[in-house]
């Protein structure tokens, strides 16, 4: 068996220069899902996505009142939110070499984290549920 590799360890949200050596801003393909939130966030952009003492990654999602228009993906609903997301820059790729992964962190509301832990192959397709969170990871 194979010792487990860690690929993204806990001092990626140490500073933003630990966070944009690990992780992208926005989604792989932009800014817009298929949601009402529109993603915002670069490296001279943190209103959405920031840093906290002690390694804590805020994602912050605000409320727009003006008319931003349409979301560019299907199926193209009204903007409502500015929010912000990032993913890690290494690809996960599944095979034989690689034929497990373990994603583990937490998350939270306010004063109140929650412990992520699971262990999985995953899926050769993209999430695509509500509140998926991405976490520091490893794998074997």
Not at 6 to 18: C, G, M, N, Q
Request: without cysteine.
């Amino acid at each position: 068996m194979q010792a487990w590799e860690t690929v993204i360890d806990t001092t990626t949200f140490a500073s933003y220069s630990a966070l944009q050596a690990s992780w992208n801003y926005l989604y792989p393909w932009g800014s817009d899902h298929n949601g009402t939130a529109r993603m915002y966030a670069s490296s001279s952009d943190h209103n959405h996505v920031y840093l906290e003492s002690g390694g804590v990654l805020v994602l912050k999602a605000s409320r727009i009142t003006w008319d931003e228009g349409n979301s560019s993906s299907d199926p193209f609903l009204p903007i409502h939110y500015h929010s912000g997301a990032i993913h890690a820059k290494p690809q996960v790729l599944v095979n034989d070499q690689f034929p497990e992964w373990e994603v583990k962190g937490e998350r939270g509301t306010g004063s109140t984290p929650t412990t992520v832990a699971g262990r999985t192959p995953l899926s050769a397709s993209p999430a695509r549920s509500r509140g998926t969170t991405t976490v520091p990871g490893s794998r074997r």
